[in-house]
């Protein structure tokens, strides 16, 4: 999980719920910092009002190249991870992340 990246601070309740959820699902997080680069999630936060953002990825080898590696289990907890969130996601819960 990004714990910030040149273009925006993830969301703190919503890494909290994340956090919480990886957790409770005995899902190992790494966390990771950039300083110089940026995400996608540094235009989505910044959206309309603003959209509570956090980046969830999967490590990956020569990201930048023709052909990436990653680690199927890597991919398949990540992916348990936001079909998780989402479970949890609705507009009372959204509501509670930004008031």
Do not use: W
Not at 17 to 37: D, N, T
Not at 63 to 75: K, L, P, T, V
């Amino acid at each position: 999980m990004l714990v910030f990246d040149a273009g925006m601070i993830p969301n703190l309740r919503l890494r909290d719920m994340v956090l919480a959820i990886a957790e409770e699902l005995g899902i190992p997080l790494q966390f990771s910092a950039m300083s110089r680069g940026r995400t996608d999630g540094g235009a989505i936060h910044i959206h309309n009002e603003g959209v509570p953002t956090v980046v969830i990825g999967v490590p990956t080898r020569h990201i930048h190249s023709h052909n990436a590696i990653i680690c199927r289990e890597d991919y398949d907890q990540a992916l348990a991870l936001v079909v998780a969130l989402i479970k949890r996601l609705n507009a009372e819960t959204v509501a509670g992340l930004t008031g």
